[in-house]
């Protein structure tokens, strides 16, 4: 019997087969569903569109989780889709679906504050009564330059990605123990209820050409996993940089760090050019291989940790 669908089949649905809809809008498709944000042509520009929602009792619990923190979150997540296309977002929606009983002068707080935060408009949106809070957000970006993909990862590339993992998911296991208790537990709290979406280093990426990306959104094996599956190719990790007060389960698997991981043919280019632009550096992790069946870490073959919707 099956277990209930994930977030895999949607995009099985929606990645094979002919597209769903008709229409003029289809001959505007540059990159439809399967990666990140998809990409459309417009009056010769070029724009990336994604959607994204966090639902209470799946992305967050308001036992530990502040109405601010929630919208912030709505849009960063968003934001970060954009950044992994090498995307400068400009615009959002948002849909919120709330009891009449919260307070959403907060949750409206949380969201104008990543909009300044990002730089975007948001320009409308929809407001419903429900049992659950649940806000849904699609956000736009211009994409002049040449969009990272998923599915462009070669052999022989180096994998990096752009900071530290598993600090969100000890983060949450601060939250979920009480309060904060010192100056890491702050932080590692903050990195979970305010993630940084890595705009500047995508459009780094972008402009030196970079071809594969993805966000770590739900843990670096999984979101690495996918890469590689459509790339067809496989990966040996050698390195996994942890953010102080994880663990070695958090980074691999705790998803929500939000940080670019990307491969490239350059990673010295990749080095001088965060230099150059006053970006943190980023860390060498592994390499693509040509068997799509050998998939390593420290020389051992692995499995997809992380988080399925």
Known sequence: MSEGWNEADLLGLLTHGPSIGSGPGLAMVEIGPGDDAAVVELQENRYSICADLITENVHFDL?????????????????????????????????????????????????????????????????????????????????????????????????????????????????????????METSLANRHLFPVARVREGEALGRIGTRAAIDISDGLLIDLWRLCDASGVGFDLSEVPIAAGATLDDALSGGEDYELLFTTDDPQLVARTFSEEGLLPPTTIGRIVADVGSRTLYGELCTPKGYLH
Not at 144 to 165: D, F, K, Q, W, Y
């Open 63 to 183: 036992e530990y989780f502040p109405l601010r923190a929630v919208g912030f979150k709505a849009i960063a997540v968003n934001i970060s889709d954009l950044a992994a296309m090498s995307s400068t977002p400009l615009f959002a929606t948002v849909t919120i679906a709330a009891p009449k009983s919260l307070d959403l002068l907060d949750l409206l707080a949380g969201i104008k504050s990543a909009a300044e935060t990002y730089g975007i408009a948001v320009i409308g949106g929809d407001l419903s009564a429900s049992n659950t809070l649940t806000v849904s957000v699609t956000a736009f970006g211009i994409n002049n330059r040449s969009a990272m993909l998923r599915s462009c990862a070669l052999a022989g590339e180096t994998i990096m990605v752009t900071g530290p993992l598993g600090g969100s998911q000890a983060g949450l296991k601060v939250l979920q123990s009480g309060q904060p208790q010192n100056e």
